[in-house]
């Protein structure tokens, strides 16, 4: 159990964390179009996103397969890019019936979960029996991700109900503003990629 526990902190604390804010910045992407009162659909997007890197880490992890890390970490960014100009480009409107966004966070997962994979890869060294740890972590990003979705539906409602920002106006900036983030990142990951 103890190792469970460790696992699935170092899951959760890995998504949190501020020095790798890429994912952050890819949940945040998914949930701009959102507010409070849709918890349920956030709910199951973030569930699609976490699907999709479930299966890719657990691939990855255990060398099914093998995606060069220089062209993930580079990938990861053009994620957020496209996410975040979906969002500007529906004009702030929450997605329609066709629900897309679903299978683009599903997809885009996949990329992330490779992402993920290197590090729970160095955590984990020679061991072999993978499951439990495996398992844990992606609790841990899980419970990180639903963290994440809490506080940013909750500054989109402090910012429309109190702030009186019109919904469309406030998820214009806020996909704009990690559009900007995310398209530099992606430049100087790129960059990388060109000098090796």
């Known amino acids: 159990m103890q190792e469970f526990s460790m696992y699935f902190e170092e899951g959760w604390q890995h998504i949190a964390d501020l020095g790798g804010y890429d994912h952050i910045l890819f949940i945040m992407a998914l949930c701009a179009v959102y507010t409070l009162k849709d918890w349920k659909k956030v709910l199951i997007l973030v569930t699609a996103f976490t699907l999709g890197h479930s299966v890719t880490l657990a691939l990855s992890v255990l060398n099914i397969v093998r995606v060069p890390t220089d062209l993930i970490e580079f990938l990861i960014p053009v994620t957020i890019v496209l996410t975040a100009l979906a969002n500007v480009f529906r004009g702030g409107k929450e997605p329609g019936r066709v629900k897309w966004n679903y299978f683009f ?4 997962g996949l990329i992330h979960g490779m992402g993920f994979s290197n590090y729970l890869r160095s955590m984990l060294g020679s061991q072999t029996d993978i499951l439990q740890p495996l398992l844990a972590f992606n609790l841990g990003l899980e419970f990180g991700q639903l963290i994440i979705v809490t506080i940013v539906l ?43």
């Open 105 to 108: 966070a599903l997809f885009f």
């Open 154 to 196: 909750l500054i989109s409602q402090l910012v429309i109900l109190v702030g009186k920002a019109p919904r469309r106006d406030w998820t214009l900036f806020l996909s704009a503003a990690i559009f900007g983030v995310a398209f530099v990142m992606s430049i100087e990951r790129f960059g990388i990629i060109l000098e090796k």
